[in-house]
């Protein structure tokens, strides 16, 4: 199954820092504070090119705070443009089991989607509805291709991927993911628990997603990568058996 054409979705871009031995975190899931200020430079233009970041619930848990570009001159560029300073901030949590009065709520700069499902308590509900937009998609889960074209449908064009790994997985399952930039750090942490940047279930090789390297860049001790995904790949419509 061919995944959604790009007319009717965001073009949908993933960025994220990885150890050498290709985790995003310790076991404990903590936020990663191993990248370097160069790579925190790096998120925010990218940040900057899209018109929403979107996170699951394990991310928010995980670091709880607005996702904000920093750079005063990003901000500028966007206001010129004619584009809000911040982008979007999309939550995706099918039970919003989330800190509600954490600082991803509370910021006053940023503009919230709170994704959910009808799994989801009432009173859960309406507290996000206090500083958020909520929109119920689906009774258990929520489907990321409907998801992409709701979001297209309000003018999201660019859509930036943060995490964490099983949300990564289901939008690349679904043909969603365009470009990849991957920051290598010069760390190793080790687990089999620990989390990677596409968990879920996993492709089968008949499944891989293909990707073309765009640029690779070293500075410092990091490298950085950019690829898109090539043409080719197919969606599925479930996770492998």
Same mark, same amino acid.
């Given at each position: 199954?061919?995944?959604?054409?790009?007319?009717?979705?965001?073009?949908?871009?993933?960025?994220?820092?990885?150890?050498?031995?290709?985790?995003? @975190?310790?076991?404990?899931r903590?936020?990663? &504070?191993?990248?370097? !200020?160069? =790579?925190?430079?790096?998120?925010?233009?990218?940040? @900057?090119?899209?018109?929403?970041?979107?996170?699951?619930?394990?991310?928010?848990?995980?670091?709880?705070?607005?996702?904000?570009? !920093?750079?005063?001159?990003?901000?500028?560029?966007?206001?010129?443009?004619?584009?809000?300073?911040?982008?979007?901030?999309?939550?995706?949590?099918?039970?919003?089991?989330?800190?509600?009065? $954490?600082?991803?709520?509370?910021?006053? =700069?940023? !503009?919230?989607?709170?994704?959910?499902?009808?799994?989801?308590?009432?009173?859960?509900?309406?507290?996000?509805?206090?500083?958020?937009?909520?929109?119920?998609?689906?009774? !258990?889960?929520?489907?990321? &291709?409907?998801?992409?074209?709701?979001?297209?449908?309000? $003018?999201?064009?660019?859509?930036?991927?943060?995490?964490?790994?099983?949300?990564?997985?289901?939008?690349?399952?679904?043909?969603?993911? =365009?470009?990849?930039?991957?920051?290598?750090?010069?760390?190793?942490?080790?687990?089999?628990?620990?989390?990677?940047?596409? =968990?879920?279930?996993?492709?089968?090789?008949?499944?891989?997603?293909?990707l073309r390297?765009i640029?690779? &860049?070293?500075?410092?001790?990091?490298?950085?990568?950019?690829?898109?995904?090539?043409?080719?790949?197919?969606?599925?419509?479930?996770?492998? &058996?």
């Amino acid at each position: 199954m061919k995944g959604i054409p790009r007319g009717q979705r965001p073009r949908c871009f993933l960025n994220v820092a990885m150890s050498l031995d290709g985790k995003i @975190a310790s076991v404990r899931r903590e936020f990663p &504070r191993f990248p370097s !200020r160069a =790579d925190r430079r790096m998120m925010d233009r990218i940040r @900057a090119r899209a018109d929403a970041v979107l996170v699951g619930a394990g991310t928010l848990r995980a670091a709880d705070f607005p996702l904000r570009v !920093r750079s005063a001159s990003l901000k500028r560029q966007r206001r010129l443009s004619g584009r809000p300073e911040q982008p979007l901030n999309v939550l995706l949590s099918a039970s919003l089991a989330v800190p509600l009065d $954490g600082r991803f709520f509370s910021a006053t =700069d940023t !503009r919230r989607l709170v994704v959910t499902t009808l799994e989801a308590p009432r009173h859960r509900v309406r507290a996000a509805a206090r500083t958020a937009e909520v929109l119920v998609l689906g009774p !258990r889960t929520i489907a990321p &291709r409907r998801l992409a074209r709701e979001l297209r449908s309000r $003018g999201i064009r660019q859509l930036l991927l943060e995490g964490g790994g099983a949300t990564n997985f289901r939008f690349f399952q679904e043909g969603l993911v =365009d470009e990849v930039f991957l920051t290598l750090c010069p760390v190793v942490i080790g687990g089999a628990a620990s989390p990677t940047p596409v =968990d879920g279930a996993g492709f089968t090789p008949e499944h891989f997603i293909r990707l073309r390297m765009i640029s690779c &860049r070293r500075q410092g001790e990091e490298v950085f990568l950019h690829f898109r995904v090539a043409a080719g790949n197919h969606a599925l419509s479930r996770p492998p &058996r």
